[in-house]
């Protein structure tokens, strides 16, 4: 049973170029969530995707923007990179239900900004 | 809204127990305890729901003040393996849906051999 995926694992950018970063979920979830981890700090939400559409969203510029695909992977856009955008990338998926539901972390992409 | 975790970091002699707390000034619907290791991804430990009973497995257990919107983390008879940094991520208010984990600052524990 695969866990979830992300690549790129590591990634180096200039600012003011763009990214994309892909994560495909666990087996059977269908709920992708996307956090920014700064160097130690904890994980910060940006947002959420279910059935194709952003569900929830954190305190994030719109510079910052997702998409999810129908197998239920995902991908997270960052426009205009600055310097404060290197971070740990990480992608989280679970199952939506009515009561919470675990969320499973993937590897992570490291995202450097020059 | 971010939980506080208590305490920022703590050194164990092999052997010896630990409590991690996470307080919250929002009502919780529920925390998330995680581990991470440097440089590897938050590894789920357990959950803990807002009228739910208190979890654990193995030496790893945990609990969930809703009155008092805290929950504390035990590890008894520490390993080395416990080493790394452990964060709550709490869902606020009445939940229905999974919704976005707000996450603490993280404890750091180091177990000695």
């Known amino acids: 049973d695969a866990g979830v995926t992300q690549s790129p694992t590591h990634l180096i950018k200039t600012r003011g170029q763009q990214v994309t970063l892909r994560c495909s979920p666990k087996s059977g979830h269908d709920t992708v969530s996307w956090y920014q981890q700064a160097l130690g700090q904890g994980p910060q939400f940006i947002f959420q995707?279910?059935?194709?559409?952003?569900?929830q969203r954190g305190n994030f510029p719109d510079r910052f923007s997702g998409h999810q695909f129908p197998n239920y992977s995902s991908e997270l856009n960052v426009n205009a990179l600055l310097l404060g955008d290197s971070a740990l990338y990480l992608c989280?998926?679970?199952?939506?239900?009515?009561?919470?539901?675990?969320?499973?972390f993937g590897p992570g992409t490291r995202l450097t900004v020059l | 809204q971010q939980p506080v975790q208590s305490p920022q970091a703590v050194i164990l002699r092999e052997g010896e127990d630990a409590v991690i707390n996470c307080s919250s000034s929002k009502a919780l619907y529920s925390v998330h305890w995680y581990r991470q290791k440097h440089g590897e991804a938050p590894v789920f430990l357990m959950i803990l729901l807002k009228g739910g009973e208190q979890k654990g497995h193995d030496k790893i257990s945990a609990s969930f003040n809703e009155k008092k919107q805290q929950s504390s983390l035990y590890l008894t008879a520490s390993q080395l393996s416990y080493s790394g940094t452990y964060f709550c991520g709490t869902e606020m208010g009445n939940g229905g849906s999974q919704g976005n984990l707000i996450f603490g600052k993280g404890t750091k524990l180091s177990v000695k051999p």
């Open positions: 989280a998926s679970s199952l939506r239900r009515v009561q919470g539901d675990t969320q499973y």
């Open positions: 995707y279910y059935e194709e559409e952003e569900r």
